[in-house]
């Protein structure tokens, strides 16, 4: 919540390699394996996560409803 605890651990499957993207009650993290990971913030459930052929050079950004 507001007082900065942590709510949840998720587990990925490397090391986040950048901060995440938050949009409508869910992050977007990558790992330096190259996997894009969709969690609900509410609850800490993976949401999808999807391997990703072309390397990440920054932060996911999201914008209309798409993770780039």
Do not use: M
């Not at 651990?9 to 993207?21: N, Y």
């Not at 609900?40 to 050079?57: L, M, Y």
């Amino acid at each position: 919540g507001k007082t900065g605890q942590i709510l949840h651990r998720v587990a990925l499957p490397g090391p986040p390699d950048s901060a995440p993207a938050f949009a409508s009650g869910l992050a977007y993290t990558h790992d330096d394996g190259g996997h894009l990971t969709c969690v609900n913030v509410a609850t800490g459930k993976i949401e999808w996560q999807k391997p990703c052929e072309a390397g990440f050079d920054s932060a996911p950004i999201v914008h209309d409803g798409r993770v780039f």
